[in-house]
């Protein structure tokens, strides 16, 4: 039994009632509206007790978004631009609703469909609270690139000026956050949610979600989503989101940019990981591409229907092999450089010897790993200056990796700065001593 449900659309809903209050901590800015005993109701506080606290949503109510505007417009503060419309059945713990704000992101819009928790979750990050902190955002305006028609491929993005490692490509908001989890409502209902969501962006942005390109052949709507989405995460949930500017570029597994989320700003970053020469096309890795190429080409071709061209997959039989080799010799030093035992037998020539794969595979967006390593060994053999100038290097291809908030960047700052005071820090000086101490072997 399905129940199409809709926010409290009109007023005999009952919206929010106490306990619904106590569960969703998020909500500030309808606890805030009312004193502690009453509830919102109808735009206006009413005490709690003489409320009934059973109906939250009133179901199939089908209205249009000027309708909804127009419902949303009438209650004061309220942080959406439309009243949300929401879906619910058995399949699902809490309704799906669409919300949807046009004046986020200075005008750009976002629309979000998800549950009412996660939803009033992203309403506390920055980029809502603190609109100035999206000053670096969604500057698409003389962009570093122009927009060129490849042959066979399709259109990509070239710079059109020399970037250097750490040049910033994108900062961009998402027109749009889909929970995954949204597929358990009935097809033409969680359809609706999405269609409803493209017609509330404001017109600038619809125009660009509908220039995206569709790679299936199913619905229009579902097939641009899921051709160009992103995988982000707010607040450990999973999401997909969608980036137009963003979308335009083509993959390479020896990619020679990287991209990162940045939860607090909304905001998803592009950043060159090496010089890239005018002319040279801007690309970033869809999958790990660190796996070997029969893993990338099964990837590719199932989750975006295309064959890998990229010169690590197209190469002559035996470089190819040659570069599955490497990969593979990569796997096998970080399982020694990761073992901590005692009678391991790591040194810092196998970080070295790693660095020198990851260099030759040209995998710039992943040296991060391959320089933490190389850190974490000089530092447990006592290795100051070493560890430091891995650590430096792994701080900055991390930031353009993984962001600044990530925990691996923030432990190499930390390693950069006093490198005596981290967990690896002599770790293997006192083994080697302890054991045989005079350098031959057992
Ligand atoms: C909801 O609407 C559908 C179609 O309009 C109708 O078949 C169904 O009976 C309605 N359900 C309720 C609970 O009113
Ligand atoms: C690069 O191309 C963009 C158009 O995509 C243009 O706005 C920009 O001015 C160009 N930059 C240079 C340095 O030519």
Redesign the pocket.
Known sequence: MKGAVSFGLFSTAVALNHNKLDHVPQHALLQDACPLDSILRDGQCHIASTTPSEITFKSNITTSLDEARLTASKQANFPWTFWPKCFSNNETPEPYCLFSDQSFANGRGIFIVTTEPLAYGMLQKQAFKNPKSLYRSNQHA??????YEFPIKGRGLVA??TLFRGDQIFASTPLLIADPEAYNLVEPERLELMYLGVESLPETSRKLFWELLDHFKGDPVDDRINTNNFEIVVDDVSQAALFPEIAMLNHDCRPNAAYFWDEETLTHYVHAMRTIQPGEEITISYIDSERNSAHRLRRLERNWGFKCSCSACTAHPALVAESDARLHHITEIVEMLNDWTPSSSATPEMAEAMISMYDQERLWAYHATAYKHAAEVYSSFGKKYEAIKYARLAAEFGILDKGFNDRDVKEMMKMASEPEMTWSWNKRVGLKKGGCGCGKAH
């Open positions: 003389n962009p570093p690139f122009e927009q059109n000026k």
